[in-house]
Nanobody, 123 residues
Framework: QVQLVESGGGLVQAGGSLRLSCAAS????????MGWFRQAPGKEREFVAA????????DYADSVKGRFTISRDNAKNTVYLQMNSLKPEDTAVYYC????????????????WGQGTQVTVSS
């Protein structure tokens, strides 16, 4: 298991940007795939983006392609989510997740989760 702590959320106007960070503990961080998910009030948690251990492979939800970028720094045990051109519909609690092996879009495939960070986009 790896412990995850998200940061960087906040309130931003539509069209603005935020960068989320997720700090991981554990010596095996570099072997984990990392993902970002989000959950809006009254909705199910949904996939946003994921990156493999090497950083060579990434995947994005269609709703964020071209606006969000996931990256990682294995030396710092940190994964990032750069969010640009934010929209009110991006408002949600954003969660960082980790799993050994390949990246998946299904929530049920991810075993380690952070506590989440709130992102609010005003119109």
């Amino acid at each position: 298991q790896v412990q995850l702590v998200e940061s960087g959320g906040g309130l931003v106007q539509a069209g603005g940007s935020l960068r989320l960070s997720c700090a991981a503990s554990g010596r095996t961080f570099s072997s984990y795939a990392m993902g970002w998910f989000r959950q809006a009030p009254g909705k199910e948690r949904e996939f946003v983006a994921a990156i493999r251990w090497s950083g060579a492979n990434t995947d994005y939800a269609d709703s964020v392609k071209g606006r969000f970028t996931i990256s990682r720094d294995n030396a710092k045990n940190t994964v990032y989510l750069q969010m640009n051109s934010l929209k009110p519909e991006d408002t949600a609690v954003y969660y960082c997740a980790a799993r050994a092996g390949s990246i998946y879009t299904s929530v049920n495939r991810w075993g380690s989760w952070g506590q989440g960070t709130q992102v609010t986009v005003s119109s």
